[in-house]
């Protein structure tokens, strides 16, 4: 299936995300890169995961990709955004779980230290996987947007 994806890296990431960003559209997907442009400036990554996460957020059907060095800082900062469950997927199966058990809606990796063959199977595993759609994941998931509630 394709899909819209929004994808942003800092500085640790553009590299990847540079072929990420044209590995997904040989495949036709759509792709909004919301930046950087370098890997030589420095970056904070809570920008670009604030863009592209208020995108996925408002746009139900849409998935995000953010990569900084470690997958860490990204995966912080996205999940701050109301609607967002970001998932650090280090291998193709903890990308599947992502969206199976967790329906994650983006999808953080590290650009450091990860070989890029690494990053493109495991963007490949997690954009095909459907969530599971069962009770108890569904169930778990509102939870997780209970949590939202109370924090406001
Ligand atoms: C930048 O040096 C680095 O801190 C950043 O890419 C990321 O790994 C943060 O979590």
């Not at 919301?34 to 059907?61: F, M, R």
């Not at 809606?105 to 199977?121: A, D, E, F, S, V």
Request: glycine share 8%; proline share 2%.
């Amino acid at each position: 299936m394709k899909t819209l994806v929004y994808i942003g890296s800092d500085h640790g990431g553009y590299t990847h995300k540079q072929k990420i960003i044209a590995h997904l559209k040989k495949k036709g997907h759509a792709i909004i890169d919301k930046g950087v442009s370098s890997s030589e400036k420095s970056s904070d990554y809570p920008d670009q995961a604030s863009l592209v996460a208020k995108e996925v957020a408002e746009k139900k059907t849409a998935k995000g990709i953010l990569i900084c060095g470690t997958g860490i800082g990204m995966t912080i900062a996205a999940n701050k955004v109301k609607g967002i469950r970001a998932a650090m997927a280090y291998d193709t199966y903890s990308a599947k779980m992502s969206r199976q058990h967790n329906n994650a809606n983006i999808l953080t990796l590290k650009g450091r230290k990860m070989p890029l063959k690494n990053n493109l199977k495991i963007v490949d595993a997690w954009l095909k996987e459907p969530f599971s759609d069962g009770l108890r994941h569904k169930r778990r998931i509102k939870k997780i947007a209970q949590l939202e509630r109370d924090a406001l």
